[in-house]
Each structure stands twice: as structure tokens, then as C-alpha cells.
């Protein structure tokens, strides 16, 4: 059975995995999401854990991307460097099984004292780009949100943020823990947050405050709305630094995308929003057209 003929696309990640069943049009047949992320196998657990999918998921090709090429996962597979476009990313898979089961290589950026990695994203950006023109920046939100510049269809360059990452650090291990405990939305503490990001205020001082004003009697009626505002708009003044006006492409999880499209509204940039999902099953598309 060949590519055209249908395939297997799997998104692997480090705590999470999706794997979807592709017919010749294009249509998912089957999808799976479990917490089988790579670090809850060990380094011989991945051999059965592909076979138990393709069990699953019927006799086709499979590509994989995501941290399943990384250092802790089945096979390490080298980054493609910057610029790189669908051709240069397929041109790079790692073929475990030739021509039939492939590891989709990572993007790296260098230049300078400067470095970014990714594995994953990239291939959501080429998905994205159906929805997008060719010179677009892409706002990946996540634990490590990417902010993706893309020229002539290719990314050209990229920036990583560790705002969701450090958003569960202070949840769960902070002094700040118990304030945060409310579920963040985009509410008006949320918008406060952003703000006085946007407006230079350091994230580092002012995410104390909402200790002292708790001491204090002065509490925010919803801590963790506003500490993701103080985050995201941080994010926000890292990334559209790297692309001067135009549409922004959102891209990701409907969760994520709310709250990162009310803080980017603040901005007067127009939004795109792109299910991740959406985006990752077209990139892989875009890839087994070359193959």
C-alpha cells in the first residue's frame, strides 16, 4: 500500500499522543489520543508501541513527527536548519522501516549567540499555510510557544517562550500556588495582565504582587487570569518583534487560542485562527505529496 493510497499520521509528544488513519481523500477513519507520550516509555518499549498502532490502525505507511525524533524518544533524528519548506523537511525524514515508516526531522534555528529547536510545530506551520499567505507569522501557543516567521512558504525563522511552562511551575510550585488555582480565562484580569505587559511592566515583579495584594486584603478577583495575562502578554512582546504588521496566524489548541487571540486583539493585529489538529494533518499531507 502506498502513500496515496492512505497512510498513518502521528503527532508524538512528550506527555500525549495522537495518531489518525488517513484515507486516499484525505479523510481521517480513525483517530486515537492517549497519555502515551514519550517519556512514559522506555527506550525498547517504542518498537511495540508503533506495532501496537499500526494494529490498531490497519496496514499503511506511517509518518511520525514530534518528540518521538528527539534525543528521549524512538530515534533521534537531526534538525533541518533554517530556511526550510516541505521539501526540505521530507527531504530529511528518517526512514525506520524505508519508504514505509519515517520520522519527520525537527527545524533549528542559529544565528549568532542565537538558537531555537523545535519538533512538531513545524509541521503544523506547512499545514497552516493552506489557511495563510505565504509570508505569514504563526503564534503556536503551548508549553513552549513558538512564534514562527514563514517567507514564500518556507520557515525562515522562529522564537521559543516558555510561558506555558512557567505558568505550571507557579500553579503548582510557587509561592503564588494557592492564588492561582482558578481556572485563566479572558476575563477582566486576564486583560489587566496583558496590559501591563504590553505596556513594559516586568513580569517578574509585578507576578509578586498578587501575593502582597492578597496579603494585603486586595486579592484579584481571578489570580491565575491575571498571571496569564502578565505571561501572555510577555509572550506577545517577544513575538510580533519578529514580523512588522499584517495577520497573525493562530495555531493550536481552541483553549489556548482563546486566550491568546483576546490578548493579541489588544494589539489591533488581526487574527487567523487554525485547529492544531486541522493544521498538523495538512502538513503531514503536504509531506506524503513529496514522498
Not at 87 to 104: H, K, N, S, T
Not at 196 to 217: T, Y
Request: include cysteine.
Amino acid at each position: 500500500m502506498g502513500w496515496r493510497e492512505g497512510y498513518i499520521a502521528v503527532d508524538w509528544g512528550t506527555t500525549n499522543r495522537r495518531a489518525y488513519s488517513v484515507n486516499r481523500a484525505g479523510t481521517v477513519e480513525q483517530a486515537i489520543e492517549d497519555g502515551l507520550g514519550i517519556m512514559s516509555l522506555s527506550p525498547e518499549g517504542f518498537d511495540e508501541a508503533v506495532r501496537a498502532l499500526s494494529d490498531r490502525l490497519g496496514d499503511a505507511p506511517m509518518l511520525l513527527a514530534g518528540m518521538i525524533g528527539s534525543n528521549r524518544g524512538w530515534k533521534e533524528v537531526p534538525y533541518i536548519p533554517c530556511p526550510a519548506g516541505a521539501a526540505d523537511i521530507a527531504a530529511g525524514i528518517f526512514w525506520v522501516e524505508p519508504g514505509r515508516i519515517g520520522i519527520v526531522p525537527g527545524v533549528a534555528w542559529s544565528e549568532g549567540r542565537g538558537a531555537d529547536v523545535m519538533r512538531g510545530e513545524e509541521v503544523q506551520a506547512l499545514g497552516a499555510l493552506g489557511r495563510l499567505p505565504p509570508d505569514a507569522l504563526i503564534c503556536h501557543p503551548g508549553t513552549h510557544s513558538k512564534w514562527i516567521v514563514m517567507r514564500e512558504g518556507r520557515i525562515a525563522r522562529f522564537r521559543t517562550v516558555m510561558t506555558g511552562e512557567l505558568f505550571g511551575l507557579l500553579k503548582a510550585h510557587s509561592i503564588l500556588s494557592p492564588q492561582l488555582q482558578q481556572q485563566a480565562s479572558a476575563d477582566a484580569a486576564f486583560a489587566q495582565g496583558v496590559s501591563e505587559a504590553l505596556a513594559g511592566e516586568e513580569p517578574l515583579a509585578a507576578l509578586f504582587g498578587i501575593r502582597a495584594r492578597h496579603l494585603l486584603g486586595r486579592s484579584e478577583a481571578n489570580g491565575a487570569s491575571y498571571a496569564s495575562g502578565l505571561l501572555i502578554g510577555a509572550d506577545l512582546r517577544a513575538g510580533l518583534n519578529l514580523h512588522e504588521g499584517g495577520s497573525i496566524g493562530l495555531v493550536g489548541r481552541s483553549d489556548l487560542r482563546a486566550l491568546y487571540a483576546a490578548a493579541l486583539a489588544s494589539t489591533g493585529r488581526n487574527t487567523i485562527e487554525v485547529d492544531g489538529s486541522e493544521a498538523f494533518l495538512a502538513g503531514i499531507r503536504l509531506l506524503t505529496e513529496t514522498l
